[in-house]
């Protein structure tokens, strides 16, 4: 494969679009919100499976008849499947079995429960805050490591990409009003490594032509990794992607907003090294000279 | 790079060998193991309960306050020390003084001090005091004393959570310690979590009162389970604590379930001088507050032995009996988290789990085969190799494998060829300036390793977070990248590598395309 495409005169009009996006996902998190899970937000949610196809508005309302207060109930895979969430203020121990009791009486069938989950106000917090200081963990982690291999210029550059990734991925769970639980951020940390893993890849051939090409220019230079790396790049994104989309379609109802996520994140991470990671060298001017100020830090 | 000395080779292959051939562990049956090592599945996989249990010790912290109230009066009026307007609030004392010196001296004695002892192992006393306006002093637990008061009563509702999970019988049970207030209890194969949830939200403190219309003690009310209001002495005349067994009994007359017990020497005691005493009254059974019956005391109970009835279904007589034999928790607990999944939906997780596993692993292979030709089929020997190696590893720690957990494996499927695609790429590189294969080959694989080994680490960084901070499920993810991304360098740099030097060096001198 024998490629010449001139990537850092789209960077402009990529960044622009970088930008819009970054700061349109900024706003739908802080004004629309981000749709948090049990986890994070407390309640419990049960999946259960009926012996005969109902509404799921009967179960709605045989459940509002309850006054549990906000409930939510959507099909879940399958017919017969139902996925169950309430918002519970009080913890009341014995409110799965009332709610068991209730629906199979109301709805004149077999009602099992598959799947109970239930939250308790504080350890939701617990478990958002403990998520908020992984995810910050994670991206100080790799500037640091970046930072120890490279230059500042790349540290900040791969941390910039990678917030890019985070924030547009949440936005987009914002704006489709996606649920945010556990295993999303168990996702959103892996593209987090995922990002890291192709904005270094780039980074790396960026290093090693600058003192190959000394004379070239940080954006010809820029160009030309892109490109010799681009290969790879496709390569690598689409075996990912095939696995992923196999769990998308194929690993059941629990996997699917995880898988989601991932995709997204594959998609967006290998965008965003080529558009937003190596852009940012532009930026600061790296050169030759750059990397020979500290020079013991280079691993040939 | 592609020579490869007989020990190399020797010891990649035995390598792969040793920790692949634990993955083979997997296949044996399960109420048969040969060797006792495989895969533990997950909650979520095999069915089962999680709950998170934090204990709430209000009511243990007041009561021991109030027992502190009257020997703090004793050694104040031993010490000839002036207070006034003592008052208890729920969990901190307010009173007045004169001598803020004198009341440190007698407060703070390190020798003889029965009310605030000294703990040793956190150089602290038990209570602490702090100065409000007008010579008023508030006494409470000190943030050490509250730390062995909430420990004690972990420690404590810890064995007894134990003793009643064993009694019900469940397989396999996990009970530990997190953090200062919480119990983690995971329950593999539980098929009714509500009942375990009902034996552990329940202290079963147990005792017996006599309803009595006036007592020197104080009277309670309580509503009985006939509905009738009783007033029950606050005298309590024996408790739980003295019962050494209990078992569910079904009463001959009436064929109803009742619960028998025996009673200690001192509980025989006890009871059999109340129940001398109070021929002709009734006496309350009353469980964490609620009276179970009040029977008429008919004739004295000296043996030692005694039933309750109190119209039970005969699972509530069983539930009770093995309450009342594994004894009182010290506090109340609360259900903070839970998780539950039935053993079918696990089952369907495992089959949706595999079968995606399987399609995402043959469609990687399929496109490395159409990409690389017969370097694509090194690398898909690698990546077979790679799981292999993956689920040996796995078996060697025996680690949980989780839903999450499967999608970490089928996401390394994805990303393991990643070390392969890097390398093949670079090889293609060199060969469009070199002439020479074996010799395209071999700075292909050293100029690629350092990019390969970056680009993991940093993958295997946000694993390690991941697993630090992630819990249940999450852990098994991250547990199955990280370990995955350690076989994936080992196939890719040892494996594959030593496949295509023989491919290359057997070849050198035709054309070779990748």
Redesign the interface.
Known sequence: MIKDINFVSKFKKANIASISIFILSIIFIFFKGLNYGIDFKGGTLIELRTETTIEASSIRDSLNSMNLGDVNVKNFGKDGDYLIKVEQKDTNNNLIPRIKETLSSNLNTEVDFRRVENVGPKVSAELLESSIIAISLALAAMLFYIWVRFEWQFSVGSIIALFHDVVITLGIFSILSLEINLSIIAAVLTIVGYSMNDTVVIYDRIRENLFKYTKISISDIANLSINETLSRTIITSVTTLLALVSIYILGGEILRGFSFAMILGVLIGTYSSIFVASPILKFFKVSYKTLEKNEEKIVP | MLNFSKINILSIYLIFFLISIFSVLNLQDQDNLIIDKKVNLGL?LQGGSYL?L?INSDSLVEEKLQSKVIPLKKIFKDNEFNYSDFKINKNFITLKIDNIENFEFIFFSKKNNPVNPYIDNYRSFELDYEELENNYIKISFSKFGLLTINNSALKQSIEIVRRRIDDVGTKEPTILQRGEKRILVELPGLKD??RI??LL?KTAQLNFRLVSENSEFGIDELISDTGEKLKISKRIVMSGENLIDAQPSIQNQQNEPTVSFTLDRLGAQKFGRATTDNVGKRLAIVLDGNIISAPNINEPITSGNGMISGNFTFQEATDLALLLRSGALPTPL?????????P??GE??IK??V???I???I??IL??FY?YKIFGLVANTALVANLLMLVGFLTILEATLT??G??GI??T???A??AN??IF?RIK?ELKTEKSIIHAFDTGYS?AK??VL??????????I??F????G??KG??IT?GIGIITTLFTAYFLARHLSSIIVLRNSNKEINI
Do not use: H, Q, Y
């Open positions: 979520d998170l934090e979590p509500e949830k009902n939200g609360n259900v903070v988290e839970e998780r539950s999944v039935g079918d939906l369907d997780s949706s789990g079968t995606s596993l399609v995402g692993f469609l990687v496109f490395m990409k839903l999450p499967i999608a089928i996401l499927v994805g990303m060829v990643d695609v890097l790429e590189e100029k350092i990019t970056d680009a993991n680490i940093t993958t295997l960084i946000a694993a977070i991941l630090a901070f992630g819990s499920p999450v993810f991250a990248l």
